[in-house]
T-cell receptor
Framework: GAGVSQSPRYKVAKRGQDVALRCDPI?????LFWYQQALGQGPEFLTY????????KSGLPSDRFFAERPEGSVSTLKIQRTQQEDSAVYLC?????????FGPGTRLLVL | AQKITQTQPGMFVQEKEAVTLDCTYD???????LFWYKQPSSGEMIFLIY??????QNATEGRYSLNFQKARKSANLVISASQLGDSAMYFC???????????????FGRGTSLIVHP
C-alpha cells in the first residue's frame, strides 16, 4: 500500500523567499504531524492535526510558519520569508492509532 | 514534560553479532507508548517496534526486541544478528496513546549512530 509521500524532496530557496511543502498521508489516517529535523538531531515537533483541525501548533518556531489541512487529508507547511536557520529536513508523519508512519522528508536549504 | 535520553552517540558492532542501543525516559504520564525508529542515510524514518507502558511482555519484531524495564524507565533496543544494512541512525521516541487524555506531543531522543562492520 502507499505510504506517506512528501514533495518536493529537495528545495533550495533564496533567503526571503516563501516555500510550500506538501504531505500526502496514508489514506484514512486521522492524525498528521509535522516535524523539523536539524542535522545530527532528532525530529522536533512542529504541529499536529486531527482530521482538518489543527490541535496543536506550539512547536512552530515563528509566525512565519503556517500549516493547513483543509480537507483532512493532504497537508501543506508554508514558510514565509525564509531564513538560513530554516534549513533542515521537514518530516511529515501520519497515524491511525499509536504508531506514526513517516514520509521521506523535504530537505530545505536556504541560501 | 516528557524527556528521552540516548546516551550513546555512536555504536560499532560486528556483522552477525547482537547490539543493544540504550534509551531512558522520563514522564509524569501514567500511560505512554515507546517507539524505536531507524533512519538510514536516505532520510526516511522507518518504524521498528512499539511498546505500551501497560504491556506485560517485551515487544519483539523479527530481529528487533525492546528490553522494557518500567521501574528503571528504560526501553533499550536489542538487534540480534546484525546485518550491514542495519547501519543507520536509531531514534527512541515516546508519546502518550491517543486515548490517554494527556499531552499527545511526541518526544524524540537525539539518536544513536550504529555502524555494522564486516
Amino acid at each position: 500500500g502507499a505510504g506517506v509521500s512528501q514533495s518536493p524532496r529537495y528545495k533550495v530557496a533564496k533567503r526571503g523567499q516563501d516555500v510550500a511543502l506538501r504531505c500526502d498521508p496514508i489514506s484514512g489516517h486521522v492524525s498528521l504531524f509535522w516535524y523539523q529535523q536539524a542535522l545530527g538531531q532528532g525530529p522536533e515537533f512542529l504541529t499536529y492535526f486531527q482530521n482538518e483541525a489543527q490541535l496543536d501548533k506550539s512547536g512552530l518556531p515563528s509566525d512565519r510558519f503556517f500549516a493547513e489541512r483543509p480537507e483532512g487529508s493532504v497537508s501543506t507547511l508554508k514558510i514565509q520569508r525564509t531564513q538560513q536557520e530554516d534549513s533542515a529536513v521537514y518530516l511529515c508523519a501520519s497515524s491511525q492509532k499509536e504508531t506514526q508512519y513517516f514520509g521521506p522528508g523535504t530537505r530545505l536549504l536556504v541560501l | 514534560a516528557q524527556k528521552i535520553t540516548q546516551t550513546q552517540p555512536g555504536m560499532f558492532v560486528q556483522e552477525k553479532e547482537a547490539v543493544t542501543l540504550d534509551c531512558t525516559y522520563d514522564t509524569s504520564d501514567p500511560s505512554y507508548g515507546l517507539f524505536w525508529y531507524k533512519q538510514p542515510s536516505s532520510g526516511e524514518m522507518i518504524f521498528l517496534i512499539y511498546q505500551g507502558s501497560y504491556d506485560q511482555q517485551n515487544a519483539t519484531e523479527g530481529r528487533y526486541s525492546l528490553n522494557f524495564q518500567k521501574a528503571r524507565k528504560s526501553a533499550n533496543l536489542v538487534i540480534s544478528a546484525s546485518q550491514l544494512g542495519d547501519s543507520a541512525m536509531y531514534f527512541c521516541a515516546m508519546r502518550p496513546p491517543p486515548s490517554s487524555g494527556g499531552s499527545y506531543i511526541p518526544t524524540f531522543g537525539r539518536g544513536t549512530s550504529l555502524i555494522v562492520h564486516p
